[in-house]
Structures are given as structure tokens and as C-alpha cells.
């Protein structure tokens, strides 16, 4: 073959190559990773490197606390669901639902996981707290104790409210769908009102009125919408509810109400996670990775084995991390350490019984043997003025508090209450860096479990 | 191919990916300033070849990175079938197995393939919100540590027993 010609065909393959590279699940890709999973034998040949130091496995006294802590932590967070005004509680069943999904394209619409022996129906209302969320859209047909949840921040989403005014009166009102803030500057989310029975409103509390008899409430009636707030600009009346749920953080953990004899007593969780059945063992090709500046792995199994992309890999109820690509016959993980690793988070604080809702976690990789992730804080209130200074947080300045942290819902393929580890949070609104203390070093790991995300949900023992 | 040469890359894929497997795991705590045993053993073994031979080194590689990186495997071989004949190149130029040569442009060779890599990541959205200058920068210590493996040992890499067949001779 001439120079010239051979060269033409270099450069064709490098372009297909770049193409595959830069436009990731194409045809092309996913051709090329299955082409190459051969070369996964030569993984085999080099194991013995792995036999090169021991597994590291907590003592089973550690193992077991780490769990005794995060059931509870899942226990309280659940408790936390359901209402805690007493009046909304009497005459009402309430089923636990977590979040499973919460699809980029669709933020206004969850999956949610339920315990199947309860009936819910579309239509049935959701609520967190004393807050009400939304309703059931549908349910899953083929995959048993799971629903879609349509939140009120939908577009067509509408219910039917009423505001308790200063003078004691209340006005009904329709809410639905979010309404944008004249003030670009205020980011927090507002719910549009619709059809306002009075012009003259202003402020007050918004809670559900769906019952059209006044002398028959409705099983959402009475749960919070959130705060009826006006704007004048322009001549123009702004009218609105600021949302009381932190949409951004969650939810995670809700409750469906239903009549009283549709609820089940017992635990709340949809989903054990440290049931064995739920976990499948697994191992490294190789403990560490050539790959620089990555704590990643590549698996020694694949597709012919069950594992499935997004699916978490624990060790002794600790979070290891979560698998990226899964080929015939190897997967690839991305680990807790791994820079760009993105987790929610769930907290139990110290000094307050109720878990706290971390939402999203970034990591930044490590420190030593600390995980740094990056933390929003959302829910606590800013620090006082000129204590804040840019871009973080004063953190001489700021009050603290020891945490307990786990991975918290929303993902089908991550369980909630997996352990990360502890740490200390700074209680003052703004972004922070999470010095997270893992009770397991998970980069000398060679053995693991994955996470089987498709059973389906079982209730708590 | 002859026989005897077909088992010397079968050979070199094998130290390849023991090599491989050896540095990931010197790696597995996160440590900076490792240097990448494998992609110095190509460098090595490279800068004696016959050009002829390179897309069987090119095949070589690219299996045994596959089998432990956790990259894409199209970026993997765009990473190789960029750089080596780019090397190939330098190589009509300077003599690559001279001390100096060798080290410098055994750096810019783990440099570059690493970058390549770093580049890839964040273009395709794995890299969430890391910083890629400061990811860029944590490049250059391994790249420096490579260079230094290279200029004391790269003779030895290529040197390995089952490699003869695949030198030149006139190195």
C-alpha cells in the first residue's frame, strides 16, 4: 500500500475516531466500546497485581452502627413526611413514597417508589410535611409499586386554594404552574395564582381548598401552598404564592393520602437498602486506574451479569460509586472520589432530630484521605451582612454543627441511606466545600456490590 | 508476519498491560507524581521501531489501556492514532533514544495523550464541575516523572526479554 494512501486511511479512521469521541452514544461509540470489549481478557492476565494487598472490610461492630444510624436516619426522614399539624393527620391514611427519578426534561414530574400492598389510583394527593406537592398521574403497569407524581409547578397543573387574610377572612383562589418574579435577582420559586376571587389581596397563608362543600373537607384541604405575596411594577399587580417546599431539594421523601384503611402500618422505606437479595457481588479488573488524576475503576463483569448503567456499588453499606458504562462483559464506575461524581445527600445533624435534605453533591475529589464535595446550602439563613464575603462563606465566622451524611433519594439506581461518612456543615446560606471523613478507604477495594435497581420495591420488615 | 514476531507482540501487549495493571494500582490512593508506566514502555519501544510496525503497537496499546482505563474507547484510540504518528515524525528529526530527546519528548507524550483524555471528558459533560485548568495543571507532575522514568529507564522498558524481534537493530 502506497505512503500516501495509507496515510489517507489513518487520517479517516482518527476523524471517525474524534467523531466517536467528541459525540458520545452515537452508532459509532457504541460500536467502537463493543468492539473492544475483547480486550478484556487481557484484564485476566493481569490479576495477579490485584492480589497485591488485602480487601479492606469494616469490623462487623462498626458495620452494624453505620446502619443502625443511617435506618434511622431513613426512619426519621420518613416520619418527617408526614404532616406534624395534627388536624391534617386525623382522618387520613398516608402512604410513603421516595423519589426514584426525576427526569431532566420532565423536573415537574417524579417517579415515585410505594410500598405495592397499598392502592393508590391517579388523582390520589401528595404531600410532604404539612406542604402539598402535587398528585398521582399514573401508575406504572409494569413495574409494581411504582407511580408518576405531577408536582403543582407543572404548567397544566391547578388546585383549587384559599388565603387566610389579616382580618381573618379568606378568599378562594386557584394555584397552579410557576409564575416568574418581576425581580430577576430573587430566585426562589413562586407558584401563579389563577382566577383571584378578590382584587384587593395581598398576603397571607395559601392552603388547599379542593372541596367544593364547605361542610365536607377534601383529603388535601388544609395542607400549605405557601405564602401570598404582591408586587407592583409597572402598573402591572404581580400576584403569587412563594412555594414553602424547597423544590430544588427535593422531594425526596412524600406521602400519597388516602382514606385510612388504604394506608399500611409499618416502615416506610419502598426500598431496603442493606437487604442482601438487593446487592450483587462484583469486582475490579484492577484496583486503582491508569486513567490520571481519575478514582475510577473498570469491573471485571458486565451486561451477561445483570449490571445496568447508574447503578450504585456499596461495600459494607458504604457508597463506592455508581456505574457509568456497562459493555457485554466489563462496566466502567466512576468512584465517590472521582471528580464531577454527583450524589443527593441526606444529613443527620447533631443538634436537630429532623434529617436535613443536602440535595445535590458534587465532588471535588479528595483531601488525603477526605472526601471534598461541593455543597449548596439553600435552607439556612445568610450570615449577617459583611460577614459574608465572595464568593464562599466566612467560615471563621459561621456556626457549625457535625453531620452524619448518606445518600438520600432520587436516583432508581442508588438507594437512599447508603453511607458517605461524616463531616461539618456550616449552618449560613451559600456554596461550601463538604470535608467528608468516609468510614471505608473504597479506592484498595477489589470486591464490591452493585446495586439490583430492578426488583421490585419491598416493604420494610 | 513471522511467527517469532507475532509472539513479540503478544509479548509487549502482556508487559503492556502489566505495566498497566502496576501503575494503576501504585495509583489507587491518588498520588500526582506517578509516572505512567505504560505509555513510557510505548514511548520506549517507539522510538526503536519500524515505522511499518506501528499500527500493530497502536493495536497493542489501545487493547491493553482498554482492558483497565476507564475511558471511552474511541477516545483511547484517537489518543494513540494522534500521537504516534506524531512521534513518528519527531523521530525522523531527533534521535529519540538519546538521553536528552528522550526525556524531553517522552513528557510531552504522556502530556499530550493525558490532555487529549482531559479534553474528551469535559467536552463530553463527565467531568461535571471540576476545573479543567486546574485538572490540566495536576497533568504536568506525572508528565515530569514519566520524562525522569524515561531518561533512566527507557532503555531497559525496550530492553524487556521477548521485545528483541520488534527493535531496530541499529539503535
Same mark, same amino acid.
Given at each position: 500500500?502506497?505512503?500516501?494512501?495509507?496515510?489517507?486511511?489513518?487520517?479517516?479512521?482518527?476523524?471517525?475516531?474524534?467523531?466517536?469521541?467528541?459525540?458520545?452514544?452515537?452508532?459509532?461509540?457504541?460500536?467502537?466500546?463493543?468492539?473492544?470489549?475483547?480486550?478484556?481478557?487481557?484484564?485476566?492476565?493481569?490479576?495477579?497485581?490485584?492480589?497485591?494487598?488485602?480487601?479492606?472490610?469494616?469490623?462487623?461492630?462498626?458495620?452494624?452502627?453505620?446502619?443502625?444510624?443511617?435506618?434511622?436516619? &431513613?426512619?426519621?426522614?420518613?416520619?418527617?413526611?408526614?404532616?406534624?399539624?395534627?388536624?391534617?393527620?386525623?382522618?387520613?391514611?398516608?402512604?410513603?413514597?421516595?423519589?426514584?427519578?426525576?427526569?431532566?426534561? #420532565?423536573?415537574?414530574?417524579?417517579?415515585?417508589?410505594?410500598?405495592?400492598?397499598?392502592?393508590?389510583?391517579?388523582?390520589?394527593?401528595?404531600?410532604?410535611?404539612?406542604?402539598?406537592?402535587?398528585?398521582?398521574?399514573?401508575?406504572?403497569?409494569?413495574?409494581?409499586?411504582?407511580?408518576?407524581?405531577?408536582?403543582?409547578?407543572?404548567?397544566?397543573?391547578?388546585?383549587?386554594?384559599?388565603?387566610?387574610?389579616?382580618?381573618?377572612?379568606?378568599?378562594?383562589?386557584?394555584?397552579?404552574?410557576?409564575?416568574?418574579?418581576? #425581580?430577576? $435577582?430573587?430566585?426562589?420559586?413562586?407558584?401563579?395564582?389563577?382566577?383571584?376571587?378578590?382584587?384587593?389581596?395581598?398576603?397571607?397563608?395559601?392552603?388547599?381548598?379542593?372541596?367544593?362543600?364547605?361542610?365536607?373537607?377534601?383529603?388535601?384541604?388544609?395542607?400549605?401552598?405557601?405564602?401570598?405575596?404582591?408586587?407592583?411594577?409597572?402598573?402591572?399587580?404581580?400576584?403569587?404564592?412563594?412555594?414553602?417546599? #424547597?423544590?430544588?431539594?427535593?422531594?425526596?421523601?412524600?406521602?400519597?393520602?388516602?382514606?385510612?384503611?388504604?394506608?399500611?402500618?409499618?416502615?416506610?422505606?419502598? $426500598?431496603?437498602?442493606?437487604?442482601?437479595?438487593?446487592?450483587?457481588?462484583?469486582?475490579?479488573?484492577?484496583?486503582?486506574?491508569?486513567?490520571?488524576?481519575?478514582?475510577?475503576?473498570?469491573?471485571?463483569?458486565?451486561?451477561?451479569?445483570?449490571?445496568?448503567?447508574?447503578?450504585?456499588?456499596?461495600?459494607?453499606?458504604?457508597?463506592?460509586?455508581?456505574?457509568?458504562?456497562?459493555?457485554?462483559?466489563?462496566?466502567?464506575?466512576?468512584?465517590?472520589? #472521582?471528580?464531577?461524581?454527583?450524589?443527593?445527600?441526606?444529613?443527620?445533624?447533631?443538634?436537630?432530630?429532623?434529617?436535613?435534605?443536602?440535595?445535590?453533591?458534587?465532588? &471535588?475529589?479528595?483531601?488525603?484521605?477526605?472526601?471534598?464535595?461541593?455543597?449548596?446550602?439553600?435552607?439556612?439563613?445568610?450570615?449577617?451582612?459583611?460577614?459574608?464575603?465572595?464568593?464562599?462563606?466566612?467560615?471563621?465566622?459561621?456556626?457549625?454543627?457535625?453531620?452524619?451524611?448518606?445518600?438520600?433519594?432520587?436516583?432508581?439506581?442508588?438507594?437512599?441511606?447508603?453511607?458517605?461518612?461524616?463531616?461539618?456543615?456550616?449552618?449560613?446560606?451559600?456554596?461550601?466545600?463538604?470535608?467528608?471523613?468516609?468510614?471505608?478507604?473504597?479506592?484498595?477495594?477489589?470486591?464490591?456490590?452493585?446495586?439490583?435497581?430492578?426488583?421490585?420495591?419491598?416493604?420494610?420488615? | 508476519?513471522?511467527?517469532?514476531?507475532?509472539?513479540?507482540?503478544?509479548?509487549?501487549?502482556?508487559?503492556?498491560?502489566?505495566?498497566?495493571?502496576?501503575?494503576?494500582?501504585?495509583?489507587?490512593?491518588?498520588?500526582?507524581?506517578?509516572?505512567?508506566?505504560?505509555?513510557?514502555?510505548?514511548?520506549?519501544?517507539?522510538?526503536?521501531?519500524?515505522?511499518?510496525?506501528?499500527?500493530?503497537?497502536?493495536?497493542?496499546?489501545?487493547?491493553? $489501556?482498554?482492558?483497565?482505563?476507564?475511558?471511552?474507547?474511541?477516545?483511547?484510540?484517537?489518543?494513540?492514532?494522534?500521537?504516534?504518528?506524531?512521534?513518528?515524525?519527531?523521530?525522523?528529526?531527533?534521535?529519540?533514544?538519546?538521553?536528552?530527546?528522550?526525556?524531553?519528548?517522552?513528557?510531552?507524550?504522556?502530556?499530550?495523550?493525558?490532555?487529549?483524555? &482531559?479534553?474528551?471528558?469535559?467536552?463530553?459533560?463527565?467531568?461535571?464541575?471540576?476545573?479543567?485548568?486546574?485538572?490540566?495543571?495536576?497533568?504536568?507532575?506525572?508528565?515530569?516523572?514519566?520524562?525522569?522514568?524515561?531518561?533512566?529507564?527507557?532503555?531497559?522498558?525496550?530492553?524487556?526479554?521477548?521485545?528483541?524481534?520488534?527493535? $531496530?537493530?541499529?539503535?
Amino acid at each position: 500500500m502506497s505512503s500516501s494512501r495509507s496515510r489517507t486511511i489513518q487520517l479517516g479512521v482518527l476523524a471517525v475516531l474524534l467523531y466517536a469521541t467528541l459525540r458520545p452514544g452515537t452508532a459509532v461509540d457504541r460500536w467502537i466500546e463493543e468492539a473492544l470489549v475483547p480486550a478484556r481478557v487481557l484484564a485476566e492476565l493481569a490479576r495477579p497485581v490485584t492480589w497485591l494487598g488485602g480487601q479492606t472490610v469494616l469490623a462487623a461492630p462498626e458495620r452494624q452502627e453505620l446502619w443502625r444510624r443511617s435506618r434511622e436516619l &431513613l426512619e426519621r426522614e420518613g416520619a418527617a413526611a408526614l404532616p406534624r399539624d395534627g388536624n391534617l393527620a386525623a382522618g387520613r391514611g398516608f402512604v410513603h413514597g421516595q423519589t426514584i427519578e426525576r427526569p431532566a426534561r #420532565d423536573p415537574d414530574g417524579v417517579v415515585i417508589q410505594y410500598d405495592p400492598r397499598c392502592t393508590l389510583a391517579p388523582g390520589m394527593y401528595v404531600t410532604s410535611g404539612d406542604h402539598y406537592l402535587g398528585r398521582v398521574e399514573s401508575l406504572v403497569p409494569e413495574r409494581p409499586g411504582e407511580a408518576v407524581v405531577r408536582l403543582i409547578t407543572g404548567r397544566e397543573a391547578r388546585i383549587g386554594a384559599e388565603v387566610l387574610l389579616a382580618d381573618g377572612s379568606r378568599a378562594p383562589l386557584v394555584v397552579g404552574g410557576v409564575a416568574l418574579h418581576p #425581580d430577576p $435577582r430573587d430566585t426562589r420559586l413562586y407558584l401563579a395564582v389563577h382566577a383571584p376571587s378578590r382584587g384587593d389581596l395581598t398576603a397571607g397563608p395559601v392552603r388547599v381548598r379542593a372541596s367544593l362543600d364547605p361542610g365536607q373537607p377534601g383529603l388535601a384541604d388544609g395542607f400549605l401552598l405557601g405564602e401570598l405575596v404582591h408586587h407592583e411594577q409597572g402598573g402591572l399587580r404581580f400576584l403569587a404564592v412563594r412555594a414553602g417546599f #424547597d423544590y430544588d431539594a427535593g422531594p425526596y421523601e412524600l406521602v400519597i393520602v388516602s382514606a385510612p384503611e388504604h394506608a399500611l402500618a409499618g416502615g416506610s422505606l419502598a $426500598r431496603e437498602p442493606f437487604a442482601p437479595e438487593r446487592w450483587r457481588p462484583t469486582r475490579f479488573a484492577a484496583r486503582g486506574t491508569p486513567s490520571a488524576l481519575r478514582e475510577a475503576r473498570v469491573l471485571s463483569h458486565g451486561r451477561s451479569r445483570g449490571l445496568e448503567r447508574g447503578a450504585a456499588l456499596a461495600s459494607d453499606g458504604v457508597l463506592v460509586g455508581r456505574l457509568t458504562r456497562v459493555l457485554q462483559w466489563s462496566a466502567r464506575a466512576e468512584l465517590v472520589g #472521582d471528580p464531577g461524581f454527583a450524589v443527593a445527600g441526606l444529613a443527620q445533624l447533631e443538634d436537630q432530630e429532623e434529617p436535613l435534605v443536602l440535595g445535590r453533591l458534587v465532588s &471535588l475529589g479528595r483531601d488525603g484521605e477526605a472526601l471534598l464535595f461541593r455543597w449548596e446550602n439553600t435552607q439556612d439563613p445568610p450570615l449577617a451582612a459583611g460577614a459574608a464575603g465572595a464568593p464562599g462563606i466566612d467560615l471563621a465566622r459561621a456556626p457549625r454543627v457535625r453531620a452524619f451524611v448518606v445518600s438520600g433519594w432520587g436516583e432508581r439506581g442508588l438507594p437512599a441511606g447508603l453511607v458517605l461518612g461524616t463531616t461539618e456543615l456550616v449552618r449560613a446560606r451559600g456554596p461550601q466545600v463538604l470535608r467528608i471523613t468516609p468510614p471505608l478507604d473504597v479506592r484498595a477495594l477489589e470486591r464490591v456490590e452493585v446495586w439490583r435497581a430492578n426488583l421490585p420495591p419491598e416493604p420494610t420488615p | 508476519m513471522k511467527a517469532q514476531r507475532v509472539l513479540a507482540w503478544i509479548v509487549f501487549a502482556a508487559w503492556l498491560t502489566w505495566a498497566t495493571a502496576l501503575h494503576a494500582w501504585l495509583g489507587q490512593h491518588g498520588t500526582g507524581w506517578l509516572p505512567d508506566l505504560g505509555l513510557v514502555l510505548v514511548f520506549s519501544l517507539l522510538a526503536r521501531l519500524e515505522a511499518a510496525d506501528a499500527p500493530w503497537l497502536m493495536l497493542a496499546t489501545v487493547c491493553a $489501556r482498554a482492558a483497565l482505563a476507564v475511558e471511552g474507547h474511541a477516545a483511547l484510540a484517537a489518543g494513540v492514532l494522534g500521537l504516534v504518528p506524531l512521534v513518528l515524525w519527531v523521530r525522523g528529526t531527533f534521535e529519540l533514544t538519546a538521553p536528552a530527546w528522550r526525556t524531553l519528548f517522552c513528557g510531552l507524550f504522556v502530556l499530550g495523550f493525558d490532555a487529549w483524555l &482531559l479534553v474528551a471528558r469535559h467536552v463530553r459533560g463527565e467531568a461535571g464541575e471540576s476545573s479543567f485548568a486546574g485538572a490540566l495543571l495536576g497533568l504536568v507532575p506525572i508528565a515530569l516523572v514519566s520524562a525522569l522514568l524515561s531518561l533512566c529507564c527507557g532503555p531497559l522498558f525496550a530492553s524487556l526479554p521477548g521485545l528483541t524481534p520488534l527493535r $531496530r537493530r541499529t539503535w
